[in-house]
C-alpha cells in the first residue's frame, strides 16, 4: 500500500503564496485535491510518476504549479497569487496504476489533508 503525509498547510493573506509538501512511500503518480465545507472534493493538480506530465484544473491555471522529486518521493504544490476562494482542506492522492487525472475516482490512496485558509 501507499503511504502519504502531507505538510505546508496554514493561514495566507489574499496575494500571497504557500507550498503544500506531500511524501509518499514510493514512485506514484499523485494528485492534489480540495474541498471547501458544503461543497464536493474537486480536482487541483496531478503529476505523473515520472513528473514529466503535469494537469491543472480550470481554476488554479497560471497561479498553481506541481513538481515532484523522486530522490525522495515529494510532491509540491506551489500556490501563488491565493484567493479567499482558494479555502479549503487541501488532500494528496496516490495511485500505482490507471490513466485519469482528474476524478477522486483515480485515486485509492489519500493523504490526511491540510488546511489552506486564504484572508480576504
Known amino acids: 500500500q501507499v503511504q502519504l503525509v502531507e505538510s505546508g498547510g496554514g493561514l495566507v493573506q489574499a496575494g500571497g503564496s504557500l507550498r503544500l509538501s506531500c511524501t509518499a512511500s514510493?514512485?506514484?503518480?499523485m494528485g492534489w485535491f480540495r474541498q471547501a465545507p458544503g461543497m464536493e472534493r474537486v480536482f487541483v493538480a496531478a503529476?505523473?510518476?515520472?513528473?514529466?506530465?503535469?494537469y491543472y484544473g480550470d481554476s488554479v491555471k497560471g497561479r498553481f504549479s506541481i513538481s515532484r522529486d523522486n530522490t525522495n518521493y515529494t510532491v509540491y504544490l506551489q500556490m501563488n497569487s491565493l484567493k479567499p476562494e482558494d479555502t479549503a482542506v487541501y488532500y494528496c492522492?496516490?495511485?500505482?496504476?490507471?490513466?485519469?487525472?482528474?476524478?477522486?475516482?483515480?485515486?485509492?490512496?489519500w493523504g490526511q489533508g491540510t488546511q489552506v485558509t486564504v484572508s480576504s
Open positions: 492522492a496516490a495511485r500505482n496504476t490507471g490513466s485519469g487525472w482528474r476524478s477522486v475516482l483515480d485515486y485509492p490512496y
Open positions: 514510493g514512485r506514484t503518480s
Open positions: 503529476i505523473s510518476s515520472g513528473g514529466y506530465a503535469t
